[in-house]
């Protein structure tokens, strides 16, 4: 059983900064992919980004929409991912998911959210001047 435990959304100005953490407990494994999603009111869940790791090689992927003002970064053990987000504009508002799959997954299945097999409760996002 593996639980993930977001941590760190809240309310901004514009342009300000916020960093979402993701914790897993439970099984670990050597090889996986953690995500995040969001989800705006009234719109589906979109992909926001995404780190693999597959032996000594970790790859971070991100939406066009979040590119160069999110970084997402993982601890020492493999165990928790954040999420810095720098220059946040109202667009960015929305509840944002941590997702864990339990393998490498090839780049094109990064986005969808039905390749990740455990998903945390969600933090919520605001940005609103």
């Known amino acids: 059983q593996v639980q993930l435990i977001e941590s760190g959304g809240g309310s901004v100005q514009p342009g300000g900064s916020l960093r979402l953490s993701c914790s897993a407990s439970?099984?670990?494994?050597?090889?996986?992919?953690m995500g995040w999603f969001r989800q705006a009111p009234g719109k589906e869940r979109e992909f926001v980004v995404a780190?693999?790791?597959?032996?000594?090689?970790?790859?971070?992927h991100y939406s066009d929409s979040v590119k160069g003002r999110f970084t997402i970064s993982r601890d020492h053990a493999g165990n928790s991912v954040s999420v810095q987000m720098n220059g946040l504009e109202p667009d960015d508002t929305a509840v944002y998911y941590c997702?864990?799959?339990?393998?490498?997954?090839?780049?094109?299945?990064?986005?969808?959210?039905?390749?990740?097999?455990?998903w945390g409760q969600g933090t919520q996002v605001t940005v609103s001047s």
């Open positions: 780190i693999r790791r597959s032996g000594g090689n970790t790859q971070m």
């Open positions: 439970g099984r670990t494994f050597r090889d996986y992919t």
């Open positions: 997702a864990l799959a339990s393998s490498r997954l090839i780049v094109s299945r990064l986005r969808g959210e039905e390749n990740y097999e455990y």
